[in-house]
């Protein structure tokens, strides 16, 4: 028993004398900048643009722009927090959108664009494939997050006052994030 406990003490002792380094936690905006700053060349090399929207309403503005070629939208749609006690919730599942548009051109079947290659741009709904494909391929830290992006659809944008919709579509991805440690202030 001795001998037990002099052995646990040594790996104790030799335990705290190396730094444990501490993870860097995800906030809403670290992890946009990161998926932009991976988005953003890939966008480019498919003649497209990117874009982060600061709210819904901005994200639809966006949308209903008409770009020269297409348009990917980055949002953070918000978090949730699986838990139902405060003291539990050490990770929250963020939400993230991906809206895209593309112009499909002055023709006489301009809904063919969906479907056909137009030009160097490959068909719209193509497009939409290829990004849902690059946002679920990109790997996240383990220690801080669930590692990858789950994608939870896809849904045609609509105005939200005439309910009209516009040539865009919508992309939906979770991913879990750790939350950092909290001191709790007056816990008595």
């Not at 978090?79 to 959108?97: H, I, M, Y």
């Not at 664009?113 to 946002?135: C, G, H, I, S």
């Not at 849904?155 to 440690?181: C, K, M, Q, T, W």
Request: charged letters at 20%.
């Amino acid at each position: 028993m001795r001998r037990l406990l002099g052995t646990l003490l040594c790996l104790l002792s030799s335990v705290s004398c190396y730094a444990v380094s501490q993870p860097t936690y995800y906030t809403p905006d670290t992890m946009l900048a990161e998926l932009e700053r991976d988005l953003s060349p890939w966008v480019r090399s498919q003649k497209g643009v990117l874009s982060l929207a600061r709210d819904p309403y901005h994200f639809l503005e966006l949308l209903a722009e008409s770009p020269a070629g297409w348009r990917a939208v980055l949002h953070w749609d918000g978090e949730a927090n699986p838990g139902d006690d405060g003291r539990t919730g050490v990770f929250a599942t963020q939400k993230l959108s991906l809206g895209l548009t593309k112009n499909l051109g002055l023709t006489a079947k301009p809904d063919e664009a969906l479907v056909k290659k137009a030009l160097a741009n490959p068909a719209f709904l193509r497009l939409v494939a290829l990004v849902r494909e690059r946002v679920r391929s990109y790997v996240w830290p383990d220690e801080v997050t669930s590692r990858y992006t789950l994608y939870t659809g896809c849904d045609p944008v609509v105005l939200p006052d005439s309910g009209l919709p516009l040539a865009a579509y919508r992309l939906n991805f979770e991913l879990s994030i750790a939350l950092p440690p909290v001191e709790y202030r007056n816990d008595v």
